[in-house]
């Protein structure tokens, strides 16, 4: 009675502040009226109590019909009030405490109630409220305790405004509970899809709900598909929350997988997992005593492992279509865009392109290859690398960055680029092909110092390279040509045969030396002067004595031959060769003259007489006059 | 059909005519001995480059990634095959540095500089390098910087192609005087040219000398190749210390005892360093060394 006087008191005293704020402000204008029920906090130890606070605001008092509920007595521990004027806006806040105190251990939720003030009806959200049995030190293990190290969190079914917005799932009704032994605990498995295709990933939603007044915890074991079909990657974090079920709460531990099928085929899909969840048992007690009570003090929990099935689905995996399948598909299975950057705009022949190729969207992010150049004439391309980026811990979503080094072999502009992939929502492959960014390819400079020096841009290479390094500027890229080899260092000019080699060329010349000199010793000598015309003319009358034989001209021939001999006199007796005659001969050979006789007497007669010798057999006179000066030649 | 007259000096036309007369000469004489010549080097080369082409863009790739000591490897199995090669080290160079390896990556580009003095990438990265790691550069004379504009064996051969040029004109003036008339020279015009060619020459023999004057002092040049290393008063493990150089720091290799080598790091100034902290730029030259 003494507590429901001194809220009065509050409340009156509350009424009277409103009133003479009201009076005195009469210009300003009352905010509305809003109610918010929080209790703290939301696990006790049997023997303590929470406290729930009821805060309206925008009104001066309230009237609260607090609901009754099993086991926990509610009792009033006063009202706060509080008045602020803010930019001309009224705002008083009452607070209404009481205290929760709980009568046994378990579950409990304090349903919505009324809360009147300022001549309107709100309504509270529900409040759950966990009692456990102890003294309060520690609390005890979650009543869905995941296998991870994720903190349990308590159904509380006033919203936390800080807390983030639960994952969308799947929009599927809920399904009724099915009772698994004697407790009440289900597992369900929600697909977006039944057919699927080898190599894409799908997201899949596997729900555990467990009543939220049995106490349960999660086998350290991962959640197991019942089949070999797929590859699961499970979630780093188990996610939980509270459903309320045909007016039963359920706690609900929800696993969002991915799913990606390896197997082609149709199969029998559902999923296990294996959780501990508390039983009564009952003790032996006295007789004569009440049973509720009894049951209350004599009996204990008891942990019982169960494996928790969920229903099957019928799921039709197949392989990516072979018709229209392009020759540069990878095997990217998903939905996807490709946007391409490169760096720099200018460059010369020679020097590399970073180009960063973007493929993003929903799909196997981790099969995706590098989108290829449409045309790599005139270019030299090298093994991209890759990083991802995801959007969510299960890889279904995010981007993936590409970065290559193309260096141009001549000038020209890059070619279009180009990425396949397979969309399974539209059964079809897609070719995304964009053109590349615009960069300004020169030939390469005659003298590229300029270009190298270690003040230089950075170049692309340089780009791709610095994933593992920092940056460092100014160091030239690799080279992309090899230059000849060489077997060793050493100079040339210490080979042997490099030295003996120059000394062909100084042969050549002491020997061209020695020819000049030995010519212009020749021509600066009479005697060999005349002796080289002698022969000349021999050799020239010669020719002309051979004409003269195959045309039978005798006269012709007579003339070529003392001239021959003439020649060949004049030189061995160093005295011009008109003025050899028979008279001459006679007078310095006999012997000479004698064999010379005949050949000069026909001569003459031929040439001065104009008698003809046709019965001269020229090719004997020929042979004998050949014979003649084959041994005045030796004889000089 | 339009005719086009060009006004060309004797000079230029001697010289044109000279070239006419010496490509016919080969087409009569030497043409099958040239073809054969180039076809075996060229199938003797094919044979070698295929695999080396593969190999050296298998190493570029690894570089690319990133993953320099696969480079590396790659880089140095190369050399080990095929011998040196000025790309190969540039780029073994550039691994050696990314792989945080400076006394390496500054020997590799030295050497890249000996098979190519005029690569300016060569040049930047091997003064990149020094910046990086706190050495000076060396400063050169602009003659110094001339001579290097060509390693030993350019300039040995550019030598010998003008002595070899020198002495073929000279024969021919010799002997055949008449050809060189017959091609436009004339009598008068030879003398001044023949004074040029034969001053040309001694210019090119003169350099030569310098040359190998330089190669033979640059040649026992060697580049440390760990963080730091100690030079030692005496060829023995525990002498005294008598001072650090820093890595990628040049010395002058002068002669070998034991696993020591005298090295000359300063004008005037020498002292023992471990064999295994330095590196000559031309490689086994310390092997060679008795």
């Known amino acids: ?636 | 059909m339009r005719h086009v007259t060009l006004d060309v000096n004797p000079c230029c036309r001697a010289a044109l005519c000279a070239a006419a007369a010496v490509h016919r000469t080969a087409l009569q004489f030497g043409t099958k001995l040239i073809l054969l010549l180039l076809l075996i080097l060229l199938s003797s080369g094919l044979l070698h480059a295929a695999p080396a082409d593969t190999a050296f863009d298998a190493a570029n790739r690894a570089f690319g990634s990133g993953k320099y000591t696969e480079a590396i490897s790659g880089y140095e199995n190369l050399l080990k095959q095929n011998g040196y090669s000025a790309s190969v080290l540039f780029n073994l160079g550039n691994a050696y540095y990314r792989h945080g390896q400076v006394g390496l990556a500054i020997l590799n580009y030295e050497r890249a500089l000996r098979l190519d003095p005029r690569d300016p990438d060569i040049h930047a990265n091997l003064k990149y390098a020094r910046t990086q790691s706190g050495l000076p550069q060396p400063s050169e004379r602009w003659w110094r910087v001339l001579l290097k504009s060509l390693n030993p064996s350019q300039w040995a051969w550019a030598a010998s192609f003008a002595f070899s040029l020198l002495c073929l004109l000279w024969v021919v003036r010799l002997v055949r005087p008449e050809w060189l008339q017959r091609v436009g020279v004339s009598t008068p015009l030879l003398t001044p040219i023949w004074r040029l060619i034969l001053f040309l020459n001694v210019a090119v023999l003169f350099l030569i000398v310098a040359c190998g004057a330089m190669s033979v002092q640059d040649r026992h040049e060697a580049i440390v190749i760990v963080k730091q290393a100690s030079l030692l008063v005496s060829p023995f493990d525990k002498s005294e210390v008598m001072t650090t150089l820093p890595e990628g720091d040049s010395v002058n290799a002068e002669k070998k005892y034991g696993d020591y080598v005298l090295v000359r790091y300063e004008k005037g100034k020498s002292a023992w360093v471990n064999q295994s902290q330095i590196a000559t730029v031309e490689p086994d030259l310390l092997k060679a060394t008795p």
């Open chain 1, 1 to 636: 009675m003494k507590t429901m006087s001194q809220t009065r008191v509050y409340v009156t005293a509350a009424a009277c502040m409103g009133l003479l704020a009201g009076l005195g402000l009469l210009s300003l204008r009352a905010a509305d009226v809003s109610v918010r029920a929080t209790i703290e906090p939301r696990q006790v130890a049997l023997g303590q109590a929470a406290q729930l606070t009821v805060e309206v605001t925008g009104a001066s008092s309230a009237r609260i019909s607090l609901p009754q509920v099993e086991n926990l007595d509610i009792v009033s521990r006063g009202t706060q009030s509080s008045l602020q004027i803010i930019n001309g806006v009224m705002a008083q806040q009452s607070f209404y405490v009481f205290a929760v105190l709980p009568n046994a251990e378990g579950q409990y939720v304090i349903p919505s109630f009324q809360v009147e003030a300022g001549g309107q009806k709100v309504a509270t959200a529900p409040l759950a409220l966990k009692v456990f049995q102890g003294q309060g030190q520690a609390p005890p293990p979650p009543a869905v305790a995941p296998a991870t190290s994720s903190p349990y969190v308590a159904g509380n079914t006033a919203p936390d405004p800080q807390a983030p917005a639960p994952a969308p799932r799947p929009s599927t009704t809920t399904p009724k509970p099915v009772n698994v032994g004697n407790e009440t605990v289900f597992l369900r498995l929600y697909s977006p899809r039944n057919e699927m295709v080898v190599g894409q990933v799908v997201p899949v939603t596997v729900k555990l709900y467990v009543r939220a007044d049995r106490q349960a915890e999660l086998v350290p074991s991962p959640l197991k598909f019942l089949s070999d079909a797929f590859t699961v990657t499970l979630p780093k974090k188990l996610e939980q929350d509270q459903e309320m079920i045909d007016n039963t709460l359920y706690n609900v531990g929800i696993w969002n997988v991915a799913v990606v099928p390896v197997k082609t085929g149709d199969y029998t899909v559902g999923v296990e997992q294996s959780i501990r969840v508390a039983e009564r048992v009952k003790m032996r007690r006295p007789g004569g005593l009440d049973e509720s009570l009894l049951d209350a003090m004599f009996s204990q929990y008891r942990m019982v492992e169960k494996k928790v099935q969920s229903t099957t689905q019928n799921w039709k995996i197949s392989s990516v279509p072979n018709e229209g399948k392009p020759e540069n598909f990878s095997g990217a299975i998903g939905d996807y865009t490709l946007t391409v950057k490169a760096q720099p705009d200018k460059v010369k022949v020679g020097e590399p392109i970073s180009l960063e190729m973007t493929i993003d969207g929903k799909g196997n992010l981790d099969r995706v290859n590098a989108p290829v150049l449409t045309s790599t004439d005139g270019f030299k391309t090298y093994s991209p690398t890759s990083k991802v980026e995801l959007r969510d811990d299960l890889g279904l979503e995010g981007r993936k960055i590409f970065t290559e080094a193309v260096v141009p072999l001549k000038v020209g502009s890059l070619p279009p680029i180009s990425f396949t992939f397979f969309n399974p929502d539209t059964k079809q492959y897609v070719t995304r092909t964009v053109e590349a960014p615009r960069v300004a390819i020169s030939e390469a400079p005659a003298s590229p110092v300029a270009a190298v020096t270690p003040t230089a841009t950075p170049s692309a290479t340089q780009k791709v390279e610095e994933d593992a390094k920092p940056a460092e500027p100014a160091l030239v890229p690799i080279k992309v040509y090899l230059s000849p080899f060489v077997a060793n260092f050493t100079p040339v000019f210490r080979n042997p045969l490099f030295i003996a080699a120059q000394g062909v060329p100084l042969i050549a010349l002491v020997a061209g030396f020695l020819v000049a000199r030995r010519r212009q010793r020749l021509e600066n000598d009479p005697d060999y002067a005349r002796t080289h015309e002698a022969n000349r003319t021999v050799r020239t009358q010669l020719e002309a004595m051979n004409t003269a034989v195959a045309r039978n001209d005798a006269a012709a021939f007579f003339t070529a031959a003392r001239r021959a001999v003439q020649f060949r006199l004049a030189d061995r007796w160093r005295i011009k060769a008109d003025d050899i005659t028979f008279e001459v001969i006679s007078e310095r050979s006999t012997e000479l003259a004698d064999s010379l006789k005949s050949l000069f007497l026909v001569a003459d007669e031929m040439a001065y007489s104009g008698e003809a010798h046709t019965d001269v057999t020229l090719a004997d006179w020929q042979k004998a006059i050949v014979s003649l000066l084959g041994r005045l030649e030796k004889k000089v």
